[in-house]
């Protein structure tokens, strides 16, 4: 699970994985299965998130010496970086907060973040921030909806299936109202 959260916070190929739902789930579980407290597993999730964020901020400062000369194709193109800047420009620090609840969208900031040279100090100030509120109330949830709900465990697979749909929404709705702009 840790290895999961790390890959997903800041390396290109861990858009793919289920954050969100993970962290409700490892919240449900923390005191049964798991046999961890929330409190200590919010803060070995934070630390993981952490540093895979940091991770990705500076592959992201070496990855745009690497693109700056080199030919557009399907997965770059000079645009997406202009994009970014004006996605951290108009949405400022939020964009770390907000960012961390939207799959696919946690992955590629922190490298995003990199490449367009954020502040480091900034950047990993509002990140962590992020990353607090994010881990902290998805973990939460999850542990209290298994106090709640004691039986909850046993509707894990729908439960996913739920998490997965409801965080996809605003993924999906932001692409179709930004699409032209990546084209």
């Known amino acids: 699970m840790l290895t999961i959260i790390y890959i997903e916070n ?27 407290s929330v409190w200590t ?8 998130a952490f540093l895979g964020s940091a991770t990705g901020y500076y592959s992201g400062r070496l990855a ?6 080199r030919k557009e194709n399907f997965f ?5 970086m202009e994009v970014a800047q004006v996605f ?11 960012g961390r609840f939207l799959p696919v969208i946690r992955t590629f900031i922190p490298i995003l973040a990199g490449m367009i040279d954020m502040d480091a100090k ?21 542990h209290w909806m298994g106090n709640v709900f004691p039986n909850l465990i046993d ?3 729908l439960v996913v299936i739920g998490l997965v749909v409801v965080t996809a929404i605003p993924v999906v709705l932001t692409w ?8």
């Open 88 to 98: 951290f420009d108009r949405h400022g620090m939020k964009a770390f907060i907000l």
């Open 64 to 69: 745009k010496n690497y693109f700056k000369n």
């Open 155 to 157: 509707y894990i697979e």
């Open 10 to 36: 800041g390396l290109f190929f861990g858009f793919l994985l289920p954050g969100d739902s993970l962290l409700f789930i490892a919240g449900l579980l923390c005191e049964s299965s798991l046999q961890l």
């Open 176 to 183: 179709t109202k930004n699409r032209n702009l990546l084209v």
């Open 41 to 48: 597993l919010i803060a070995l999730l934070i630390i993981v």
């Open 76 to 80: 770059y193109k000079k645009k997406y």
């Open 122 to 142: 900034k950047f990993m100030f509002f990140n962590f921030l992020g990353l607090i509120i994010w881990i902290g109330s998805l973990v939460l949830l999850g």
